[in-house]
């Protein structure tokens, strides 16, 4: 449509007519701000989470979920993108100076802050999961979305 | 593709026409921080639901009877949902 557009306004004499063409979808999805009634997944999500490395030992990210007082801690690369989730109950079972690679769930599923949050907290609950990682289209992390957070 | 390049040639296409060009997100801050006028083309209630910060709406089906309410001096930047 933005093409049809903009050559009508160049038709017309405008210029220089520029066409962002990824459009709205791109720009939400990048969790940049937006004018509107929309009530999307990032404005609920939970910013500043517990994240690690993969080479950080399984010590250290204990400490960072007691200290959060939630799960998972998430695992970053030095890109900030999302390459795994570690949970208590493997962290628990392994040695203290294992490193946080070792026992991480990688390949967790995502999803983008432009998702609308009462569709995504309804398929969470058919699905019954109760939170989910959200990133941008290049993986890097913005945060955690808990479908309870929708209620409160 | 990486963000921000172009996603197609600009500019005089050879036979005497101005061709839009097509940008990314980078571009499109950087022109606007710079003067450039935000449209978007779809329904106004797609617009209402979200839209980029500062963007006037301009239905595609009614721009011609619109063209008027734009500032012919500034560059115009045209978006809608995406690719399509």
Not at chain 1, 8 to 30: H, S
Not at chain 2, 50 to 72: F, I, S, W, Y
């Amino acid at each position: 449509m933005s093409p049809r557009a903009a050559w009508r306004l160049e038709a017309t004499g405008f210029g220089p007519v520029y066409d962002y063409v990824a459009g709205k979808a791109d720009w939400l999805a990048a969790d940049l701000p937006f004018e509107g009634t929309a009530q999307l997944a990032g404005m609920f999500t939970r910013r500043g989470v517990a994240t690690t490395g993969e080479r950080a030992p399984v010590a250290e990210a204990l400490r960072l979920l007691a200290a959060q007082g939630f799960g998972p801690v998430l695992v970053l690369n030095q890109a900030g993108v999302v390459m795994g989730a570690a949970y208590r109950d493997p962290l628990a079972a392994a040695p203290g100076e294992a490193e946080v690679g070792t026992v991480m769930r990688p390949g967790v599923s995502t999803v983008r802050p432009s998702e609308d949050a009462a569709a995504l907290a309804h398929r969470m609950g058919h699905a019954q999961v109760t939170r989910v990682v959200v990133t941008r289209a290049d993986g890097t992390l913005i945060g955690l979305f808990f479908a309870a957070d929708m209620n409160s | 593709m990486p963000v921000g390049e172009p996603l197609r040639g600009g500019g005089r296409a050879g036979i005497g026409v101005i061709m839009p060009t097509g940008i990314g997100r980078d571009e499109l801050r950087e022109l606007t921080g710079q003067g450039a006028q935000l449209v978007e083309v779809l329904p106004a209630g797609d617009y209402d639901w979200a839209h980029l910060p500062g963007a006037v709406n301009h239905p595609l089906k009614e721009l011609d009877a619109r063209t008027g309410q734009l500032d012919r001096s500034r560059p115009v930047i045209v978006y809608c949902h995406d690719w399509y």
